[in-house]
């Protein structure tokens, strides 16, 4: 299958700086990326859709300010979390779309102290 | 109308047995059903995935069964290994819309 990836796979950071994670499709060129976020014992919640070359479209209840989503290239989307704090720590994972199938990147454990 | 309902929450198994995770849809328009396998700290993994237009559909050891009129689906892993054990999440979709998620299965396969 399609690969993604992500970097970095871990990240510690204090708190108000910002960290960027970046995705990326490796053998596959992908108009959508998405971003999720991801709570011990929970299911995926869905972040926001990234679309190359517009705006990214976020899901209610998250702040568009706060988690910055660029999506440059058919290969490459970046979330940038901004003025971190410690309630944003948390597992972020991507996926891009091939077709009608969404493949996910291994993940980012972001901690914020 | 949007959710995917996912049963059971946690699931325990024994070595060589069938492991049996259900899900069901409201929304008639999703037209395309992914099943995922996660293991902790990693992302998702496409595991199988069927269109409605088909029963039934098997990889290996996975197996899909869907039910149109039911609007349901459900996966089969059958021979479950201890490697087997990990999350499992349904999931559905309509047209080139984002993925409905099911609430997730804990799938434990004892030795």
């Known amino acids: 299958g399609a690969v993604v990836s992500q970097h970095p796979s871990r990240v510690i950071c204090k708190s108000g700086t910002s960290v960027k994670i970046e995705c990326r499709s490796l053998?596959?060129?992908?108009?959508?990326m998405f971003w999720y976020r991801q709570f011990p014992k929970q299911s995926l919640m869905l972040m926001a859709t990234?679309?190359?070359?517009?705006?990214?479209?976020?899901e209610q209840g998250v702040e568009k300010d706060k988690f910055l989503i660029n999506h440059a290239s058919l290969t490459l989307s970046t979330l940038t979390v901004t003025s971190a704090h410690p309630e944003d720590s948390s597992f972020y994972i991507c996926?891009?779309?091939?077709?009608?199938?969404?493949?996910f990147g291994p993940g980012t454990r972001l901690l914020v102290l | 109308q949007q959710q995917v309902k996912q049963s059971p929450q946690s699931l325990i198994v024994q070595k060589g047995g069938i492991s049996i995770i259900n899900c069901a849809y409201e929304?008639?328009?999703?037209?395309?059903f992914p099943w995922y396998q996660q293991f902790p700290g990693k992302g998702p993994a496409l595991l199988i995935a069927?269109?409605?237009?088909?029963s039934e559909k098997k990889e290996g050891r996975f197996t899909i069964s869907f039910n149109k009129s039911a609007k349901q689906f459900s996966l089969h892993i059958m021979d479950s290994q201890p490697g087997d054990s990990a999350t499992y999440f349904c999931?559905?979709?309509?047209?080139?819309?984002?993925?409905?998620f099911g609430q997730g299965t804990r799938l434990t396969i004892n030795p």
């Open positions: 996926s891009a779309r091939d077709g009608k199938t969404q493949y």
């Open positions: 053998d596959f060129q992908a108009t959508t």
């Open positions: 990234s679309n190359e070359g517009s705006k990214a479209t976020y």
């Open positions: 929304n008639t328009a999703f037209d395309y």
């Open positions: 069927i269109r409605p237009d088909v």
């Open positions: 999931a559905a979709t309509e047209g080139a819309q984002k993925l409905v």
